[in-house]
């Protein structure tokens, strides 16, 4: 059984930074993609960024881009979220997701097979 588990989440100030960790269990993830969501309160979830397990191909909505990075460590089977240059309208639930199939390149929430529990973050202005 896939099991997801978030950390890192906290509360920043606008311009900071922090880095999410997902760690990943319950089988081998290649083949598998990872992505990254965020809810905010009263909002749909939406994507914000995902990775390829095997070869590292990233795709990031435009509202992260350049300030967003995500990377993922086979020997810690582990997934980051990197994020810089944070801004009050960041604040959110962060979701770690994960697909079995190589196709990174989807966004859409029901794309994704398994979930973690979430991680509160929260910038300040």
């Known amino acids: 059984q896939v099991q997801l588990v978030e950390s890192g989440g906290g509360l920043v100030q606008a311009g900071g930074s922090l880095r999410l960790s997902c760690a990943a269990s319950?089988?081998?993830?290649?083949?598998?993609?990872m992505g990254w969501f965020r809810q905010a309160p009263g909002k749909e979830r939406d994507f914000v960024t995902s990775i390829r397990w095997t070869g590292g191909f990233t795709y990031h909505a435009d509202s992260v881009k350049g300030r967003f990075t995500i990377s993922r460590d086979y020997a810690k089977s582990t997934v980051y979220l990197q994020m810089n240059n944070l801004k009050p309208e960041d604040t959110a639930v962060y979701y770690c997701?994960?697909?079995?199939?190589?196709?990174?390149?989807?966004?859409?929430?029901?794309?994704?097979?398994?979930w973690g529990q979430g991680t509160q973050v929260t910038v300040s202005s």
């Open positions: 997701a994960a697909r079995p199939s190589p196709n990174h390149m989807v966004s859409a929430p029901t794309g994704y097979d398994y």
């Open positions: 319950g089988r081998t993830f290649s083949g598998y993609a």
